[in-house]
């Protein structure tokens, strides 16, 4: 009896399930990781830019006031020196003359003195005014001794910008004014920069949070149009395993109807000798029917026990009276008795299993793997073994047959089993968590199955 490869069409079913692209092999989905952080970057620089910018421009502030300070301080100087020389020239009595002339020259003093505290970081600023003071002082000194000396209003005073003393003053001002205006020309050109630059960083913050508002917006379409490809995946895959439960009723009934012409092939030819035997039984004479009877005999034995042999492999009669240790021991026994083939039993006494429906699907391997031998390997003897590791019960099944056909486990590790067999034994053990391993050579075949526990 020989078993048919019936169970291609299930890896042909199941390979029109399409390939659905998750986890970080998905590009999306690693975009969608790394997008948090490419967001928290961009807020960081435009921040920090930001920052920066402002502080220039506020740095860039100060200067421009500070040079705007200088150059009104100047600007009193030079307006005090003018209300001096035209209080020392009014016509007016010497008290208010004097009065105005001291007026002028304590404002003149003090924005002196303003104008060192605000150049203290030029040198060149400061040395022009330790050269401006004493001639201001001798300025000063002059117009006031010349303004208490001429009482009634005349005048010795000589005319502002012809004394020495008022050239050098105005050359003075006038280098410190233009060193200040060069330096408020540069402070300006610097507040620019700082402002242009703000616009920069200001266009580049709308930027990115636009940017990150498309990107947002995309990543949802990509989340809604991903769902819908998701729905469309997961009906697609219940039709097919809809179609594919239906193939395994189909499949089922052709292993019925296989089963019923190996039947027909191996206990109905010998039934039909057995009634050959008894018509000719009948018709012979006496001395011929000891030899007929005999044959008869070893006809009827080998037919019964062919279909004790099947009946046993197709049903587990122990297992939930006595349990799966015990059960599988004793079909094991059984199995060697029937078939002629030696058999070796190794089980663990303190093993115990998940559940009932883990007993049965382990006993299931081992009945699968039983009839292979018996119907496929050709092989004289098969040891079993069941024991526990770590956190899982093994059962492992080894024959000294001819082996596996070239290429049958290079098709079963890809999902293309040629049979029913195998696809059925990994696919009842994967309900589980379970595993399922086959090695094969010439000198024979070693099936390993496990279940967690």
Known sequence: MTRMPIGASLAEASSTIAPVRTGLTNPATRFRKLFPYVGTALVLVTAGAGYATIRGMAASRDWLGH???????????????????????????????????????EAIQESLARLKQLTQDNGAQQERLEQLEPVLDRHIQQIETASAGTPGGATAIPDQ?????????????????????????????LWDREFERNIAVLAFAVAAC????????????????????????????????????????????????????????SVGQSLAAIQMNLEQLAAARKEASAALISEFRELVQHTAKEVRTLSHLLHPPLLDVVGFAAAAQNYVQEFARRSGIEAKVNFSNDLSLPSKEAELVLFRVLQEALTNVHRHAQATAVDVWLARRDHEV????????????????????????????????????????????????????????????
């Open 161 to 189: 910008g012809n004394a020495p003393e008022d050239v050098t003053i105005s050359r003075i001002i006038g280098d410190i004014n233009v060193e200040e205006t060069q330096l408020l020309g540069v402070r300006q050109a």
């Open 67 to 105: 040079s705007y300070e200088v150059k009104s301080e100047l600007a009193d100087v030079e307006l005090n020196r003018a209300l001096m020389h035209e209080a020392a020239n009014a016509s007016a009595s010497s008290t208010q003359t004097e009065d105005g002339v001291r007026s002028a020259a």
């Open 394 to 453: 093994v059962l492992s099944i080894q024959d000294n047959g001819r082996g596996l056909p070239s290429g049958t486990i290079e098709n079963f590790e890809a999902g293309m089993a040629s049979g029913v067999g195998l696809a059925g034994m990994r696919e009842r053990l994967a309900e589980f968590g379970g595993k399922f391993h086959v090695e094969s050579s010439h000198s024979g075949t070693m099936v390993r199955a496990s279940i967690p526990v």
């Open 210 to 265: 636009l940017l990150l508002l498309f990107t947002n917006m995309h990543l949802m379409r990509e989340d809604v149009r991903s769902t819908r490809v998701a729905a469309e995946h997961i009906q697609e895959s219940a039709d097919s395993y809809r179609a594919l439960s239906a193939r395994v009723i189909a499949l089922q009934d052709a292993e019925r109807r296989r089963i019923g012409r190996e039947l027909h092939d």
